[in-house]
């Protein structure tokens, strides 16, 4: 299995299912939570990708109702800093035909599986777990196309890589639910950071409550009605550019976003550097392992993989404090090791777990030794001591 270097965020692309051809174009959308709760596929990945739809959708509303999200995607998508693109969108009719012909599989199965306009149903509901089923199955063949796994609900980004308990238990998903089960152990330290970890823009609990109920407002009146067809790409809102008529809806009350939408594109541009370093360091210390090694193994369901990655998950976690030492011999280790899990000790007690391990000098000698603790935590111990250190305030 070669590297997988990417992710790809779901939108809308359940509503295929309730067309006869799944390639087609339908409508979509990107999450704008991705932005404020966590940022992760954002610094985890080299490339994230996403449904041609969906940033269509983002570009034209960032153009007519200049929502901050649909700015920030559309600058994701053409570049942002010297490191250029790191949106890239797919166009489904543009697949190969192998990755085609997997993806109207998919659709069949789907649609076998469940009753005639039942994910219709499941929109008017709001059964956001019951559609996040059918997206996992239509998009593992397009994400799969792409060296990529399928980024799980972005409702709350903390967990991300965490896909709904009535996602598919067996085959392949075990594998993908694995990855991301790794993914949260790599990610959650940084999410949950204070002064908003690496989170891009301010949750919307920190909003401004009357610029808030403005928006809310305009929502009820222009949205909330239509949402629903919206979403399924029905009605009014059917065909390729079937969410222009629902943006020339929502451009009547364009100016009730704004007071929340200037506020989000400061946050974007005081952020923006941090996410940046982050990325820099990531792509030093951490994707080489993440993307060559790791992942494949755990998608290959490697027993070793699956048995040791959350213990030298954890252990990178508690020795990011003297990363710095994994530069030195296992002779000048020997030397050094225990004073410096001394001094990391007193600065943070869960290090003592780490210190207890390697109280004697043979097992600082194991911990650091070129043939076990560094080749895997080493890399990942020196990325979080440079992430901690950019996302310091």
Known sequence: MGAVNGIYLPGWEYNRALADEPCEPRNSALPGALLWDGAAPLWMFEKVYCTKD????????????????????????????????????????????????????AHTAVRERIPERQVRNWIDEGDDPALEKVNYALLQPVATAQHSIVAGSMSGLRHWVSPPENRPGSGPADAHHRARELLSLISDPLSEQRHNGVRL?????????????????????????FIRDLQAGEGQFAGSRGFEPYIAGV????????GIDSVLLADWSKNLTRLLRLRDAAARHLWPS?????????????????ADFPRFVKGALLSRHFAGLLNLSTRQVFGVVSAALAVAAVKEPSVAEAAAYTSAGAGAIALFSEKQFAPRAGPLAVFYQEAFSTLRP
């Open 290 to 306: 993440l993307h060559g090694d790791w992942l494949p193994a755990l998608l290959r369901e490697d027993a070793d993989a699956l």
């Open 54 to 105: 969906s940033l269509d959708n983002e570009l034209l509303a960032a153009e007519e109702l200049g929502w901050a999200t649909s700015r920030i995607f559309g600058q994701l998508a053409s570049g942002v800093g010297d490191s250029g693109p790191i949106l890239e969108a797919v166009d489904w009719q543009q697949l190969g035909d192998h990755t085609q012909f997997l993806v109207r599989q």
């Open 251 to 258: 451009a009547q009350e364009r100016a009730a976003y704004a």
């Open 201 to 225: 823009l301010r949750h919307p609990r920190d909003w401004d409550p009357n610029a808030l109920a403005r928006q809310h407002e305009a929502k009820e009146r222009v949205e909330t009605p």
